[in-house]
């Protein structure tokens, strides 16, 4: 037998194009434009101006030198954008079922983007504080089905909530300060269950309303949050989340009356607890921090202290002594402080005495005391984008915004946010948006400013401004 495949065929094919063709271009020839010199030549030819440059040259040299060290147009820029000249509320916030309570606005904050809000509901008037129940709502100004009457989440709190703080990275942590002497943290990514850690009420928490709550900056070693608190009990006291559900005392410290510093001991006597109203820290140095007390004083303090507090509060770790330094006082207990974003040394100050001082970190005496109200200041805070601004809340109902390139005693513009003059409690600016000013009041509102360019442009001249003030001596 044989086998073999079947023919192998082939087919041979070729293509070409059928035509070629070639194509150029080029732009028309013109004369030599030289040529025209020899026209205009003798026109343009004057030799006395040769002479005169060459005579006055020395003196121009001169004066564009002395101008080149003027100081006439800082401060002067040229911009082809279009300036906003007003300020314009973009929104009010309000939640319907605080509102019917009669519930105030306690605290305003905003999260690390720049588009969510949060404010807490409670009573700073009258009313039984510790049962009431009031709430923590959030909007996102962003979303698409954004309603300023409608919160994207509300939360039922069984205490008056007195402060809020978004964390300064993770845009859902929220951590918040209660009267009955809680710390909260919730995390509004879980819209189940967002509560996800609480200190409790024990021996180690506050014995009373928490006015100020603060995240603190994790270390390179330690990945857990740490919350700080403050209260009129005297104690500072650092929290951290060991584990889900639980936060823990981590560090603390305490102000005793006879371990103030001396110029405060003539008017504080005994080993009772000084209340803390509030706090900030540096923004150059963590360890520094300074606080506002109910006898109106502001003390400097430090975290890197090793004395214990002699106080006989009960507590599951050494609290310490933090007192350094006092300024001159506040006619009355103070509300808020705030340290410069932009000075190491700078930090603003507001309190039931209707004034706003400036003080430096190097000395007793404020640099300058503003009476911004016949009432209450109840905030204070620094521009985050411009060095000599900031921002009040006052207790006549107004939003007060103090530039000190332009005034250094009077408000730059002054905002009526009530019209019934209930109180401004809180404001915050935005970080991440600067153009944009949230404050709430009495009424149970919260207004959305959306601030214009002079305050939201930084001038050439100021941070030299602000080292003048720092620099100046007080008598």
Known sequence: RSCQTLPVTSKETSVQVRAASEAGTQTEWKQDQRALDVDLGPLLDYPDVGKFLKRVEEDMIRELKRS???????????????????VSCLHSLQYPDAVADH???TSVTWNATGSVLACSYGRLGDGDWSTEKSYVCTWNLDRRGFNPHHPDLALDVPSSVMC?????????????GLYNGEVLVWDTSRTDDPLIGRTGLSADSHMDAVYQVQWLQEGPQSH??????????????????????????????ALVSQQMPSRMNKHIRGDTAVGVTCLSS???????????VEGGHLLKCSTA????????????????APAQFTFSPHGGPVYCVDCSPFHRNLFLSAGTDGHAHLYSMLQEKPLASLQLSQKYLFSIQWSPVRPLVFAAASGEGELLLFDFGKSSQKPSLSIKQTSNEKPVYCL??????????AAGDGTGVVKIWQLSSDFTEQGAREMQTLDELAGAVTD
């Open 282 to 292: 540096s923004r150059f140095d963590p360890s520094v921090f300074v606080v506002g």
């Open 224 to 253: 857990k949050l740490q919350v700080l608190s403050v209260s009129t009990d005297g104690k500072i006291l650092v929290w951290q989340m060991e584990k889900e559900g639980q936060l823990t005392l981590h560090n603390g410290y």
């Open 428 to 437: 915050a600016f935005n970080q991440a948006q600067s153009q944009l000013l």
């Open 164 to 176: 809020l703080a978004f964390h300064p990275s993770r845009p859902s942590l929220i951590a918040g």
């Open 68 to 86: 080149w060290r003027s100081r006439a147009f800082d401060g002067f820029e040229v911009t082809r954008e279009e300036q906003n000249p007003q």
């Open 305 to 320: 202290v090793q004395t214990a507090a002699l106080t006989s509060m009960a507590s599951s770790i050494p609290l310490k």
């Open 103 to 105: 519930l105030q606005v």
